[in-house]
């Protein structure tokens, strides 16, 4: 399991892509791309729970029902 302290919080956890996650970026969060969205089911999140933000595109696809590595 990875550790929070040891991940590029700046880093899509799955395709290595910038996430531009405002908290990440020390913007405020309400101006986050991902306020727009609902947030992905308890079942993905709990797949992917030990991961920082995701980028948009990799949402987007989860949100989908699409299996990322």
């Given at each position: 399991m990875?550790?929070?302290?040891?991940?590029?919080?700046?880093?899509?956890p799955i395709?290595?892509?910038?996430?531009?996650?405002?908290?990440?970026?020390?913007?405020?969060?309400?101006?986050?791309?991902?306020i727009k969205?609902?947030?992905?089911?308890?079942e993905v999140l709990e797949e992917y729970q030990n991961k920082p933000c995701f980028c948009e595109s990799c949402y987007k696809s989860l949100k989908a029902g699409k299996k990322l590595v």
């Open positions: 990875s550790n929070y302290a040891d991940m590029n919080m700046k880093e899509c395709c290595g892509g910038e996430n531009l996650c405002a908290v990440a970026n020390l913007e405020r969060p309400e101006t986050c791309w991902c969205y609902t947030p992905l089911s308890d």
